[in-house]
């Protein structure tokens, strides 16, 4: 029985790692921010990487340290109803409803938009998400050793693409860095530690973490010990490229701000950038690499989906739920990119608080001999005032005031919650409930030892 690998084996599975990350929303949100943050980017990018490289990194250490056999399975140690509907909605999300949708309109607002005239964008993003996704039906109808092996080979030269792009970026910056938007004028570092959200990584890993850990026991390690050294390890490779990859890019949008002006969305960020330095065949090179990149991800996730909701419910077929993810991705994506990124968001703050806290109580399960109540008590918490927060941003994102009865518990939690207006207002009493609860428990079993 082995109980470490080689540097190469974790360099190998760290790459896999990575591959299975990057996706459309890697490229898109570091170039946004650095072109909102401007001079205030590295504050934004700190958040940003906590967010986004950290909390991967601990939901695939969560994962093997909880020695679940996936995402239900460790939600169940809260409720197994609620297990159901934590992971069904973490698949919606990162599945049809989000993710996968902007798979597609990334891969066409990189790779097609530029060379589409200004009055057919919405006819070319329709036949273009067609085309797209009808691929993607077929692959995940017929799973084959083809899309890895597309996967394997593209991880690589999208690093490889990026690195020279990055390079002629810092070399030859394509203007001065300009002043931030009003978003990032005050609290750039919390309005990029929620940017990161946006990336959805943290969610993804609770699910792509079993698949790092089963290529770990494949290479022969099966102690709990070995498995968490070697996820440990694999992970750090996984988001240092992760990692460099973000700064880079986000210092890209900073210095694109003076040449082309603030974006909506940061696709046409990457394409102003390839074409600015390597003319119509570097914007092309780049469509192909990312078009081909965001179709193997959309194949993965929809994939993914599907087999869960098998599971879930064995009487539909796998068949059934891959038509009917890769129809509803299909339509969602032609709402755009832009929407698909502002419908998100609300989600978003109401799950991740949910996913960080359920992380956290993995790690210090231990401590309180894995009782449900503390795992219960700290859910309930997160839940009622997350919540809100996604009410909130759906209210913002509408455009519309907040609905009546919300009105005096929002400005409950404004007074009464620490960090609530910058979004983080769940942390300390969750945080303060598992400490309590977990105390309690402990001394409840001290004393039940000693009677």
Not at 131 to 140: E, G, K, P, R
Not at 141 to 164: C, E, H, Q, R, T
Not at 355 to 363: C, D, H, R
Request: charged share 5%; proline share 4%; hydrophobic share 55%.
């Amino acid at each position: 029985m082995k109980t470490k690998l080689s540097f190469s084996s974790y360099f190998v599975v760290g790459v896999m790692l990575f591959a299975l990350f990057f996706g459309a929303g890697n490229l898109i949100f570091p170039a946004q921010l650095g072109q909102n943050a401007g001079t205030n980017i590295w504050p934004a990018v700190i958040g940003f990487l906590i967010t986004g490289v950290g909390l991967p990194l601990l939901g695939i250490l969560a994962m093997g340290f909880s020695g679940s056999r996936n995402l239900q399975e460790l939600a169940t140690r809260v409720n197994p109803v609620y297990a159901i509907f934590f992971t069904s909605l973490l698949y919606l999300t990162i599945g049809p409803f989000f993710a996968a949708p902007r798979t597609g309109t990334v891969a066409y607002e990189v790779g097609i938009a530029p060379f589409v005239g200004e009055g057919f964008q919405q006819g070319g993003l329709l036949l273009f998400t067609l085309l797209f996704f009808a691929v993607t039906l077929w692959f995940s109808l017929n799973p084959a050793k083809l899309v890895d092996n597309i996967g394997k080979i593209l991880a690589p030269g999208i690093v490889i693409l990026l690195g020279i792009l990055l390079f002629m970026v810092i070399t030859r910056p394509m203007g001065a860095i300009q002043s931030p938007q009003e978003a990032y004028n005050e609290g750039a570092f919390i309005q990029g530690f929620l940017e990161g959200y946006n990336t959805m990584d943290a969610l993804a890993s609770l699910v792509f973490g079993i698949i790092v850990i089963n290529a770990i026991r494949a290479m022969g390690i099966s102690s709990n010990r070995g498995i968490l050294h070697a996820t440990a390890k694999s992970g750090l490779v996984a988001i240092a490229l992760l990692g460099v990859i973000y700064v880079g890019i986000a210092y890209l949008g900073a210095t694109s701000t003076e040449a082309f002006g603030i974006f909506t969305t940061g696709g046409p960020v990457l394409s102003s950038a390839a074409s600015y330095y390597f003319g119509t065949l570097g914007s092309i090179l780049l469509a192909v690499v990312i078009i081909l990149a965001c179709l193997t991800t959309s194949i993965g996730l929809t994939t993914a989906c599907a087999e869960y909701f098998h599971t879930l419910f064995p009487k539909f077929s796998y068949k059934m739920f891959v038509v009917l993810f890769a129809t509803l991705t299909f339509v969602i994506a032609n709402f755009g990119l832009a929407n698909i990124i502002t419908y998100s968001v609300p989600v978003l703050m109401f799950l991740y608080p949910l996913a960080i806290v359920l992380m956290l109580l993995t790690f210090l399960s231990p401590l309180f001999n894995h009782s449900r109540v503390v795992y219960v008590s700290a859910t309930v918490v997160t839940f009622i005032i997350s919540i809100f927060d996604g009410l909130k941003s759906l209210c913002d994102s509408l455009g519309i005031d907040y609905f009546g009865w919300m009105t005096p518990i929002v400005s409950f939690y404004e007074r009464a919650l620490p960090m609530y207006n910058q979004g983080l207002g769940w942390l300390l009493p969750a945080l303060a409930v598992i400490v309590i609860t977990g105390a309690m428990i402990r001394i409840q079993r001290l004393s039940t030892a000693n009677a």
